[in-house]
């Protein structure tokens, strides 16, 4: 039975928190290492934390060097076959996403990341769902224009995280980006697209909180792509946000 690990990395996210840890923990897939990497909350998040200790594997909350030293902390003490991100401020969309995950694994063993859709919500307890984001309209193309799949409805395996390595800690918005450059213009992964919503993820997060957000993002985008070798510019950057406008339109 294919073990997964689940990493969630918080901070200061009291009033999600435990939304986010009821979505995986009652997962009908029982085979699962849950990890916390929490940073050093101020508020009452490691407190509700600890009321699910006993139904945790590790949970560690110390300082930390940003967003993506936390997610690498997370998957050096990870040991699952399959590993899933699901932060402190999204959930599961419901108790059977991992074994629908651990299902497409176990059918085709080449697979090396599985990417289901995100839908986004102003609050976790909304019915409404104010942007949609699919995974079927993702080419690898458009990478290159600084375009990339949903990255907390992927599911990799540790043979492939173990390949690409560790995500960028000089990265402050844009990690994830990096990772899937790194995952499919670099490596060639193999990968695999499904119609299934996965995650709910709260609004706001660091790349669209403002336009000064969404110029750090472009700039870390860019230095991704010429670290990797790949061609493009800042302008061509800029065109992945009419895609980013057709989530909202057409959710």
Same mark, same amino acid.
């Given at each position: ?8 990395? *918080? ?13 995986? $923990? ?170 299934? *919503? ?17 110029? $750090? ?35």
């Amino acid at each position: 039975m294919l073990k997964v690990s689940i990493i969630t990395v *918080c901070f200061n996210c009291e009033n999600t928190i435990e939304k986010t840890l009821n979505s995986v $923990l009652n997962q009908n897939y029982k085979n699962i290492e849950y990890i916390i990497i929490d940073g050093s909350s101020t508020d009452n998040t490691t407190k509700i934390i600890n009321k699910y200790k006993d139904k945790i594997k590790v949970m560690i909350s110390e300082k930390d060097n940003g967003i993506y030293n936390a997610i690498n902390k997370g998957i050096k003490l990870a040991t699952g076959d399959i590993i899933s991100l699901i932060h402190g401020n999204d959930i599961f969309t419901n108790y059977g996403v991992v074994s629908e995950a651990v299902e497409h694994f176990k059918n085709d063993e080449k697979i090396d990341i599985l990417i289901g859709d995100v839908a986004f919500k102003k609050n976790l307890s909304d019915k409404k769902i104010v942007r949609y984001y699919p995974s079927k309209t993702f080419k690898t193309w458009m990478l290159r224009i600084g375009y990339s799949p949903p990255h907390l409805s992927s599911f990799f395996s540790k043979k492939a995280i173990d390949f690409v390595g560790l995500y960028g800690e000089n990265f402050i918005i844009a990690g994830d980006f990096d990772y899937f450059v790194r995952s499919f213009l670099v490596k060639k992964l193999i990968f695999k697209k499904i119609n299934y *919503c996965m995650v709910y993820m709260s609004t706001g997060g660091a790349s669209g909180k403002n336009f000064k957000s969404y110029f $750090l993002s472009s700039r870390e985008i860019n230095y991704s792509l010429k670290k990797n070798g790949i061609y493009s510019n800042i302008f061509l950057t800029y065109l992945r946000f009419p895609l980013k406008l057709l989530q909202v339109f057409f959710k």
